[in-house]
């Protein structure tokens, strides 16, 4: 479930709702309103916004879920929680890159290299250096840069996880290793900010609680707008989110580009030092 329509759903429901209504119902209801086609998506359920609604459902103090309801209602957090594109240009970018490169040397390597070396075979001299480097070790520069490519790829696809805010993700292995520190402390201040106002209505806690958690109860005590400072927090939390996972990529990406260039840098020198030592040698 998208944020937009989890918002609307939480704001049709708290204004049709009565005193005396069954609250379960008034949010199903609402779930399956035919304008909330136009908030986004609904198939997705392993994610945040369809858990918290679900809890909302199944909250025992209803005064509170229906203030809960009027909180999500008012906030926002599809453009503060919403993937960067800058990921997906990078996920492009260097598979394109990997892809050229794979095609042109495997080319080379299956038609010119093959010529190369008959030329030199028929002639009284030896063969290059680099082209006997280069058809050496080929098959390590493939495997070196598939491997890098592959990592990367998982490591981004576990960042872009971080965004859909699957609720199970933390207990996940892959979670643990392949994301920074940094990065899992501002997704789980996320998930704690973001389910503050159901968790007063109901069991459901984030995995991991700090400071936050006290300092929003104080807001809720003192009278303050708890929407307003939920909205400010997440957002500037998912700030820190997306600024910690796209420095991860960019040094990711850096290393596989440095491994590409020095693939290509051998696979040109592979290519012209027959053309050169041929004519030397005539």
Same mark, same amino acid.
């Given at each position: 479930?998208?944020?937009?329509?989890?918002? =609307?759903?939480?704001?049709?429901?708290?204004?049709? =709702?009565?005193?005396?209504?069954?609250?379960?119902?008034?949010?199903?209801?609402?779930?399956?309103?035919?304008?909330?086609?136009? #908030?986004? @998506?609904?198939?997705?359920?392993? @994610?945040?916004?369809?858990?918290?609604?679900?809890?909302?459902?199944?909250?025992?103090?209803?005064?509170?879920?229906?203030?809960?309801?009027?909180? /999500?209602?008012?906030?926002? $957090?599809?453009?503060?929680?919403?993937?960067?594109?800058?990921?997906?240009?990078?996920?492009?970018?260097?598979?394109?890159?990997?892809?050229?490169? $794979?095609?042109?040397?495997?080319?080379?390597?299956?038609?010119?290299?093959?010529?190369?070396?008959?030329?030199?075979?028929?002639?009284?001299?030896?063969?290059?250096?680099?082209?006997?480097?280069?058809?050496?070790?080929?098959?390590? $520069?493939?495997?070196?840069?598939?491997?890098?490519?592959?990592?990367?790829?998982?490591?981004?696809?576990?960042?872009?996880?971080?965004?859909? #805010?699957?609720?199970?993700?933390?207990?996940?292995?892959?979670?643990?290793?392949?994301?920074?520190?940094?990065?899992?402390?501002?997704?789980?201040?996320?998930?704690?900010?973001?389910?503050?106002?159901?968790?007063?209505?109901?069991?459901?806690?984030?995995?991991?609680?700090?400071?936050?958690?006290?300092?929003?109860?104080?807001?809720?005590?003192?009278?303050?707008?708890?929407?307003?400072?939920?909205?400010?927090?997440?957002?500037?939390?998912?700030?820190?989110?997306?600024?910690?996972?796209?420095?991860?990529?960019?040094?990711?990406?850096?290393?596989?580009?440095?491994?590409?260039?020095?693939?290509?840098?051998? $696979?040109?020198?592979?290519? /012209?030092?027959?053309?050169?030592?041929?004519?030397?040698?005539?």
């Amino acid at each position: 479930m998208e944020w937009r329509r989890f918002h =609307y759903i939480c704001r049709r429901s708290h204004n049709q =709702y009565r005193p005396g209504d069954n609250l379960r119902q008034c949010i199903e209801r609402a779930e399956s309103d035919a304008g909330g086609q136009f #908030y986004g @998506t609904a198939r997705t359920t392993d @994610t945040l916004p369809y858990r918290l609604l679900q809890e909302l459902k199944q909250a025992s103090d209803t005064r509170l879920a229906h203030s809960a309801l009027q909180t /999500y209602g008012q906030v926002d $957090f599809s453009d503060a929680l919403s993937e960067p594109f800058r990921f997906k240009r990078v996920m492009i970018y260097l598979g394109y890159v990997t892809f050229v490169f $794979f095609v042109t040397s495997s080319l080379y390597q299956l038609k010119v290299a093959p010529a190369f070396l008959d030329v030199l075979q028929s002639m009284p001299v030896p063969t290059p250096p680099a082209l006997s480097a280069y058809q050496g070790h080929w098959v390590i $520069f493939s495997l070196l840069i598939l491997a890098l490519l592959l990592g990367v790829l998982v490591i981004g696809y576990r960042l872009r996880a971080l965004f859909r #805010y699957q609720p199970r993700l933390q207990q996940r292995l892959s979670y643990r290793l392949l994301t920074p520190p940094r990065t899992r402390r501002a997704y789980a201040r996320i998930l704690e900010i973001a389910a503050f106002p159901v968790s007063m209505c109901s069991g459901y806690r984030a995995a991991e609680q700090s400071e936050l958690t006290t300092h929003l109860a104080g807001v809720t005590a003192s009278g303050m707008d708890l929407g307003r400072e939920v909205q400010d927090l997440i957002r500037q939390t998912g700030t820190h989110l997306t600024a910690s996972c796209e420095k991860q990529m960019r040094v990711l990406s850096v290393m596989v580009s440095v491994i590409i260039i020095a693939a290509i840098f051998s $696979f040109v020198a592979s290519v /012209y030092s027959p053309i050169f030592f041929l004519g030397e040698s005539v």
